[in-house]
């Protein structure tokens, strides 16, 4: 299995640019999150999925935050307009039975907002 | 509500000494409680996790940990620090009850000194 897959690893993108993230879950876990790490917030919980349904967005930060998974193996996070403060990694992590499992990481997006 | 607490954020040891990672907790329910470790550029990878059963849990890599429920704590533990063993460590709580949501610590850097 190839794990859980994140791409890009870097972007660097002008205040203002919209930034999409990608995320391919391994085949068979039917969780999916999204998480941002800061060296000031450590790891934030956005959104997660189950069975490609939205269960919990209270921690995306704003309404320029926005996510998607229009099925079982794809999942996108966009930022619309990007802002300097949103530079930090974006981690996409799945799981096949939630929080009792544990989560596998993906290897992250690093986003440098200019 | 749900909470865990790491003492120390830069731990330091010698090459073959023993490893120990303070972990407490706060959980209202029953909760599950992980083990994560982060090398730099990396994902956060599962170490070992408590779900139920036996409080002395096993994980990859030699390291250990075990629940103790009086004193609300999963300590991790290695008996010989390897070089390799220098990264990130997150502990992370989780409570019985189907919401999923897994509160992780701010995080240990562990540095190994040869």
């Known amino acids: 299995d190839a794990g859980v897959i994140q791409s890009p690893r870097h972007e660097v993108t002008e205040m203002g640019q919209e930034v999409t993230l990608r995320c391919k879950p391994i085949s068979g876990h039917d969780y999916l999150f999204w998480y941002r790490q800061t060296m000031m917030r450590g790891l934030e919980l956005l959104i997660y999925f189950n069975n490609n349904v939205p269960i919990d967005d209270s921690g995306m930060p704003e309404d320029r935050f926005s996510a998607k998974m229009p099925n079982a193996s794809f999942s996108t996070l966009k930022i619309q307009p990007s802002e300097p403060r949103d530079s930090a990694v974006y981690f996409c992590?799945?799981?096949?039975?939630?929080?009792?499992?544990?989560?596998?990481f993906g290897s992250g997006t690093r986003l440098t907002v200019v | 509500a749900q909470s865990v607490t790491q003492l120390g954020s830069h731990v330091s040891v010698s090459e073959g000494a023993l490893v120990l990672l303070r972990c407490n907790y706060s959980?209202?329910?029953?909760?599950?409680l992980f083990w994560y470790v982060q090398y730099p550029n990396q994902g956060l990878q599962l170490l070992l996790k408590y779900t139920t059963g036996a409080t002395l849990v096993k994980g990859i890599n030699g390291f250990e940990a075990e629940f103790k429920k009086s004193e609300t704590s999963f300590h991790l533990t290695k008996p010989s620090a390897h070089m390799s063993d220098a990264a990130e460590y997150f502990c992370?709580?989780?409570?019985?009850?189907?919401?999923?949501?897994?509160?992780f610590g701010t995080g240990t850097k562990l540095q190994v000194i040869p």
């Open positions: 992370a709580v989780s409570a019985l009850g189907g919401y999923q949501k897994v509160t």
């Open positions: 992590a799945s799981s096949p039975g939630g929080q009792r499992s544990g989560y596998t």
């Open positions: 959980s209202s329910v029953p909760p599950y």
